[in-house]
């Protein structure tokens, strides 16, 4: 009733509307203040906890069927690792950030068996249509900016709610990611397609960037399609396979995935297991389940990877060592 009567005087006050109208629209601002905005929890970004209350995760066996669902990431940018032979290994930065299990599809229902898997908790809840507000209250899981699905095989069906983290994934082992590409609008042909363009010293005027003969004459009489042209670049779905994944941050939920990644920085990134190649190191499944008797170091390295911690370079043989200028 407070909050209704300061609402009610601040309406009259600031806006020149009758009282009629002010009642109404304080009613509604309260209903939309109370009912349809559920409480969003802070939810931890450690592994700590990705169990939620009523959930119990179990180890399975797999076999050479099994598919694990994906994450969605949110690209950092990029940074440099070191071998320990001393080659720079360029790395592309993946945060993991609230990811949790909003939606199971099964065979019985929809014909195939699938996880919608929501990313990053929406901070204004309220501009989320309502029936995707829907979807999250019935989930019993914080309002998501985004949300994807992975298909799944049966033996790796999660309950909704559980959080997936970074040590979804093992270090050394191979990922598969899909992003949008950056857009870059309308391209000529040297930039789109990598053509060579016209000469640069004779016989060309104002055409040194263009395509030159399409192949059109009698014969065909037309163009065949799919010729290389001008036209819109980038902006575009874009998979990239088998990265592997060279460190993990348990503590900021974070990937280090050795090469490039399609898309800008804070893009949305769709994370997978590689299926192309036979995996050499296999990622816990069907997740990871929290063990207070075992917890998770704050960082793991591949093998290959040096940490940078530790001294890079030893000499045994002092006579290796480079002599100082005296």
Same mark, same amino acid.
């Given at each position: 009733?407070?909050?209704a009567?300061?609402?009610?005087?601040?309406?009259?006050a600031?806006?020149?509307?009758?009282?009629?109208?002010?009642?109404?629209?304080?009613?509604?601002l309260i209903?939309?203040?109370?009912?349809?905005?559920?409480?969003?929890?802070?939810?931890?970004?450690?592994?700590?906890?990705l169990?939620?209350?009523?959930?119990? #995760?179990e180890?399975?066996?797999?076999?050479?069927r099994?598919?694990?669902?994906?994450?969605l990431?949110l690209?950092l940018?990029?940074?440099?690792l070191?071998?320990k032979?001393?080659?720079r290994?360029?790395v592309? #930065? #993946?945060?993991?950030?609230?990811?949790?299990?909003?939606?199971?599809?099964?065979k019985?229902?929809?014909?195939?068996?699938?996880?919608?898997?929501g990313?990053?908790?929406?901070?204004?809840?309220?501009?989320?249509?309502?029936?995707?507000?829907g979807?999250?209250k019935?989930?019993?899981?914080?309002?998501?900016?985004?949300?994807?699905?992975?298909?799944?095989?049966?033996?790796?069906?999660?309950?909704?709610?559980?959080?997936?983290c970074?040590?979804?994934?093992?270090?050394?082992?191979?990922?598969?990611?899909?992003?949008?590409?950056?857009?870059?609008?309308f391209?000529?042909?040297?930039?789109r397609?990598g053509?060579?363009?016209?000469?640069?010293?004779?016989?060309?005027?104002?055409?040194?960037?263009?395509?030159?003969?399409?192949?059109?004459?009698?014969e065909?009489g037309r163009i065949w399609?799919?010729?290389?042209?001008p036209?819109r670049?980038?902006?575009?779905m874009?998979p990239?396979?088998?990265?592997?994944?060279?460190?993990i941050?348990?503590?900021?939920?974070?990937?280090?995935?050795?090469?490039?990644?399609?898309?800008?920085?804070?893009?949305?990134?769709k994370?997978?297991?590689?299926?192309?190649?036979?995996?050499a190191?296999?990622?816990?499944?069907?997740?990871?389940?929290?063990?207070a008797?075992?917890?998770?170091?704050?960082?793991?390295?591949?093998?290959?990877?040096?940490?940078?911690?530790?001294?890079s370079?030893e000499?045994?043989?002092?006579?290796?060592?480079r002599?100082?200028?005296?």
């Amino acid at each position: 009733q407070n909050m209704a009567a300061a609402i009610l005087q601040r309406l009259q006050a600031t806006v020149h509307i009758n009282r009629q109208s002010a009642i109404l629209h304080t009613r509604s601002l309260i209903r939309c203040l109370t009912t349809d905005i559920e409480p969003v929890k802070e939810t931890t970004e450690s592994a700590e906890g990705l169990s939620p209350k009523g959930i119990k #995760l179990e180890s399975r066996p797999r076999d050479n069927r099994s598919k694990r669902t994906g994450v969605l990431a949110l690209k950092l940018g990029m940074t440099q690792l070191y071998d320990k032979n001393g080659k720079r290994v360029p790395v592309t #930065l #993946l945060q993991l950030v609230n990811n949790q299990v909003v939606y199971v599809r099964t065979k019985e229902k929809e014909g195939y068996w699938a996880l919608q898997v929501g990313a990053v908790n929406h901070p204004k809840p309220h501009r989320v249509t309502k029936p995707l507000r829907g979807h999250f209250k019935k989930a019993g899981v914080p309002t998501k900016r985004k949300i994807v699905e992975f298909r799944v095989s049966e033996d790796a069906v999660l309950p909704v709610g559980t959080r997936l983290c970074a040590a979804h994934f093992a270090v050394g082992q191979l990922v598969n990611v899909c992003a949008k590409t950056i857009g870059k609008g309308f391209q000529g042909v040297m930039k789109r397609h990598g053509m060579s363009g016209q000469p640069a010293s004779h016989g060309v005027s104002l055409t040194h960037r263009k395509m030159g003969a399409t192949g059109g004459g009698q014969e065909p009489g037309r163009i065949w399609p799919g010729k290389k042209m001008p036209g819109r670049m980038g902006g575009k779905m874009k998979p990239v396979q088998n990265l592997q994944v060279c460190r993990i941050n348990h503590r900021y939920n974070v990937l280090y995935v050795k090469g490039a990644v399609p898309g800008h920085d804070n893009q949305y990134i769709k994370v997978i297991d590689t299926i192309a190649r036979k995996p050499a190191i296999l990622p816990p499944f069907p997740t990871y389940i929290d063990d207070a008797n075992e917890p998770l170091p704050e960082e793991e390295f591949a093998d290959f990877i040096h940490k940078p911690f530790e001294p890079s370079l030893e000499y045994p043989d002092k006579s290796l060592q480079r002599k100082k200028n005296t």
